[in-house]
């Protein structure tokens, strides 16, 4: 399934390309190329474009998903871009949109079309939108390169928290105190009630956040059951205080995120943190 992660692995992609649309939304037809694998294709280079893109390269896109003249999700009207990570094109293996990533720029608009009936099964559910639809249509803007520790270190700036005392663990966790505690320092094993605050850090999203409940969580810190990142960040921390954990997106969701819980690919995580009891079990 890498050869859809574009579509499939992502939740939505632009109204960049109006000057390029039919009166009902969609693409004209004329001077579409066609790749080795059956993606219809155009690409509109910027006028100033970026570097070639390349496999393994991962990719701020904004885009729209249409299914024939039926538009699905638009990245714009949701307020963020996307990061999308661009594959070696595996020949033989079906529709491949990495064909045509792989020939654009940064800053390149493209429309590609991929046929309905040349879709796995499970993308065949698009038909539930438009029962009649020949294509599933990507719309993309590639912007630039995804790069992590930019987005962290704004992030950080903006904040304020490089003001604070903080460390920078081995696994690029970073921990930023706004209150220390004199409590029992954590560890793995132990059953604590903490307060807890959970951002997305490329959006702002907010998809935790006890602070507005009043209910504290309480939890076994396990290994097994709770982020890489939150581990490695709460172990630094004693019953007491209060700090916030930054979590690169490899010790957090992953290069997939969690679309469904609002977590893009790729997010950095930041966990704002008090420690309100910590037992030895």
């Known amino acids: 399934?890498?050869?859809?992660s574009a579509i499939f692995l992502t939740a939505g992609l632009v109204a960049f390309l109006a000057g390029c649309s039919s009166e009902d939304g969609t693409a004209s037809n004329d001077e579409f190329q066609v790749s080795p694998t059956g993606v219809q294709y155009k690409i509109f280079p910027a006028e100033e474009r970026g570097a070639q893109l390349q496999p393994n390269d991962v990719v701020n896109v904004h885009y729209e998903l249409w299914v024939g003249d039926t538009m699905i999700t638009n990245t714009r009207t949701a307020g963020t871009s996307m990061p999308v990570q661009i594959f070696e094109p595996a020949a033989g293996a079906g529709p491949d949109v990495n064909e045509v990533y792989v020939q654009a720029h940064e800053h390149d608009s493209l429309v590609l079309r991929i046929p309905m009936?040349?879709?796995?099964?499970?993308?065949?559910?698009?038909k539930e939108y438009n029962p009649d639809a020949t294509f599933l249509e990507l719309r993309v803007k590639m912007m630039g390169k995804f790069d992590e520790q930019k987005v962290i270190d704004d992030f950080i700036r903006k904040n304020e928290y490089d003001k604070l005392e903080n460390t920078t663990l081995d696994d690029g966790v970073r921990v930023f105190w706004t209150e220390k505690g004199d409590g029992p320092q954590v560890a793995v094993g132990d059953s604590l009630v903490a307060h807890l605050r959970a951002t997305v850090i490329p959006t702002?999203?907010?998809?935790?956040?006890?602070?507005?409940?009043?209910?504290?969580?309480?939890?076994?810190?396990?290994?097994?059951?709770?982020?890489?990142?939150?581990?490695?960040?709460?172990?630094?921390?004693?019953?007491?205080?209060?700090?916030?954990?930054?979590?690169?997106?490899?010790?957090?969701?992953?290069?997939?995120?969690?679309?469904m819980a609002g977590i893009p690919p790729y997010a950095p995580i930041a966990f704002e943190v008090k420690i309100l009891e910590v037992h030895k079990d």
């Open 117 to 126: 009936d040349s879709l796995p099964e499970e993308g065949k559910a698009f």
């Open 204 to 259: 702002g999203t907010v998809f935790s956040d006890s602070w507005e409940s009043g209910n504290p969580v309480g939890f076994r810190l396990s290994e097994q059951g709770v982020l890489p990142g939150l581990v490695s960040g709460l172990t630094q921390l004693k019953a007491g205080d209060h700090a916030v954990l930054v979590l690169p997106y490899a010790t957090a969701f992953g290069p997939g995120g969690q679309p």
């Open 1 to 4: 399934m890498r050869i859809f």
